[in-house]
């Protein structure tokens, strides 16, 4: 280990020890996820450049672009600064060094905003086609279907949202005897 990578709270605070084989595998997931998130950055504001210079956007199809590319420039901000949250020393009631739980909450949620958003530009997109699948001309059938799959989008994205505070709090940990709480 170098001196460098000995000064943050990861390796002062944490409860096991860290060898170089760990530490090189912990650098690796996290640049990983750094650099996929620069990856969808750049496939999106490069293309996003091109066809605005080009002038290919309608005005309200470049003001849904234009708010994508912010949002995915914000969501790198706050991974940063979530991120940041877990470089410095805590109070003695943490165990090992941890991020925010409520950064990573932020983080996450901005990650499914981002993904819906994209998928309901996608699809809104594929139904202005006349040859698309997905050009239904009478959507009043399709109310029902509608608003059930919003229900259910909104449920999975309420527990994946909880899932992140769950794991960030080690809640799970409390009542470890599963499917009993404490034996019970």
């Given at each position: 280990?170098?001196?460098?990578?000995?000064?943050?709270?990861?390796?002062?605070?944490?409860?096991?020890?860290?060898?170089?084989?760990?530490?090189?595998?912990?650098?690796?997931?996290?640049?990983?996820h750094?650099?996929?998130?620069?990856a969808i950055?750049?496939?999106?504001?490069?293309?996003?450049t091109?066809?605005?210079?080009?002038?290919?956007?309608?005005?309200?199809?470049?003001?849904?672009?234009?708010?994508?590319?912010?949002?995915?420039g914000?969501?790198?901000?706050?991974?940063?600064?979530?991120?940041?949250?877990?470089?410095?020393?805590?109070?003695?009631?943490?165990?090992?060094?941890?991020?925010?739980?409520?950064?990573?909450?932020v983080?996450?949620n901005?990650?499914?905003?981002?993904y819906?958003?994209?998928?309901?530009h996608g699809?809104?997109?594929?139904?202005?086609?006349?040859?698309?699948?997905?050009?239904?001309?009478?959507?009043?059938?399709?109310?029902?279907?509608?608003?059930?799959?919003?229900?259910?989008?909104?449920?999975?994205?309420?527990n994946?949202?909880?899932?992140?505070?769950?794991?960030?709090?080690?809640a799970?940990?409390?009542?470890?005897?599963?499917?009993?709480?404490?034996?019970?």
């Open positions: 280990m170098t001196a460098n990578s000995q000064q943050y709270p990861e390796y002062k605070l944490s409860p096991e020890e860290i060898t170089l084989e760990r530490f090189k595998f912990i650098f690796f997931v996290e640049w990983a750094r650099t996929l998130g620069n950055g750049g496939l999106l504001l490069i293309p996003f091109y066809f605005s210079v080009r002038g290919y956007f309608k005005k309200r199809m470049f003001k849904r672009m234009g708010g994508l590319v912010g949002l995915l914000v969501q790198g901000l706050i991974g940063w600064w979530m991120v940041r949250s877990g470089l410095q020393a805590k109070p003695d009631y943490h165990i090992s060094p941890r991020v925010s739980v409520y950064r990573l909450f983080h996450l901005t990650a499914m905003l981002i819906s958003f994209s998928l309901w699809l809104s997109l594929l139904r202005q086609s006349p040859e698309s699948l997905w050009n239904v001309s009478n959507y009043s059938k399709l109310a029902r279907v509608r608003s059930i799959s919003m229900m259910l989008l909104f449920l999975i994205s309420l994946i949202s909880s899932g992140s505070i769950v794991a960030g709090l080690d799970g940990k409390v009542f470890n005897t599963w499917p009993d709480m404490n034996g019970r």
